[in-house]
């Protein structure tokens, strides 16, 4: 792989990463389409990266579909997929991580516990393997994409880190891997998180800008739905990711919520329209 992405460089091509943990769907896709566009050579890796799950968590069942991924890849005109083995990202004397204080302690930092500093790990160790001219992250991991740009900006990496919008199901679910583990009624509950975003959305649509009674909103709409658990839903400035008590500048509103088991998360990404302006832009 760095073999390859020297060779690259040498001939002044711009090399494009997709980073996956593999069960690849739509969401994916789109990174690698607009990716496509950009970059050639582009790289997609495939790691299921066994240092961002706790030890209670599904790294043992997380879904792994190597054959099809690789075939949707190359149908996708991936050049090369870098697929390393554990043992060769974190040899058996590996003892040095990345920690991107701050963001990692936050929302999802604080309901898994080291998962940042996994992601965090990775990361850097794809970018330093495959030095792409740009890397593709989801939005849908907001907190995650936003740490990766921190690390990114705080290190001087030379890799541009780029974020692409969310993609959803017809009915606004959010595409994750991790949707394969609900059954028909936790699929069908699941909506629930896009109801609540579209709901606090008609909110600031409004005019409503005190957090207080957008957060109500959430809760209320995410109460309505019996086999929801909310972990958290809260509204944070999307820099820091810490709490603001009035949407004046960019914020996430963010969700995570169990169905079951399955733990799935989702968010609203608001900012001004302009410099100044009470007028908002949402990506949802």
């Known amino acids: 792989m760095k073999e390859t992405a020297r060779q690259a460089r ?3 091509r711009i090399i494009g990463l997709v980073p996956t943990m593999g069960a690849l769907h739509e969401g994916h896709l789109s990174l690698i389409a607009q990716a496509k566009r950009e970059c050639s050579p582009l ?3 495939i790691f299921v990266n066994p240092k961002q799950f706790g030890p209670k968590e599904d790294f ?3 879904p792994r579909a190597f054959e099809t991924d ?8 991936v050049d090369a997929v870098f697929a390393p083995e554990p043992v060769e990202i974190y040899p058996n004397d590996f003892s ?4 991107v204080e701050g963001l990692s302690e936050r929302l999802e930092g604080r309901s898994r516990p080291g998962h940042f500093r996994g992601v965090a790990t990775v990361v850097i160790k794809l970018l330093q393997i495959v030095q792409p001219h740009r890397a593709y992250f989801g939005r849908k991991d907001a907190q995650q994409a936003r740490l990766i740009q921190k690390m990114a900006h705080d290190l001087n990496l030379d890799s541009e880190i780029v ?3 969310i993609v959803r199901e017809s009915d606004g679910l959010a595409l994750s891997s991790r ?5 028909p009624d936790e699929r069908r509950a699941a909506t629930v998180l896009h109801r609540a975003l579209q709901a606090a959305k008609g909110e600031l649509d409004r005019g409503v800008r005190e957090v207080m009674q957008l957060k109500d909103v959430l809760q209320r709409t995410l109460s309505k739905e019996t086999l929801a658990t909310v972990d958290y839903a809260e509204i944070v400035d999307a820099d820091s990711f810490e709490p603001v008590v009035r949407v004046r500048k960019a914020c996430y509103l963010v969700l995570a919520v169990f169905f079951g088991k399955t733990r799935l998360i989702d968010n609203l990404y608001v900012e001004p329209a302009s410099p100044g302006s009470d007028d908002l832009v949402f990506h949802l």
């Open 10 to 12: 040498a001939e002044g």
């Open 43 to 45: 790289i997609a890796s």
């Open 60 to 62: 043992a069942k997380y």
């Open 70 to 77: 690789s075939e949707k890849l190359k149908h996708a005109g």
């Open 96 to 99: 040095t991580y990345v920690n």
């Open 163 to 165: 974020i692409c919008p």
């Open 179 to 183: 949707n394969v583990y609900l059954n």
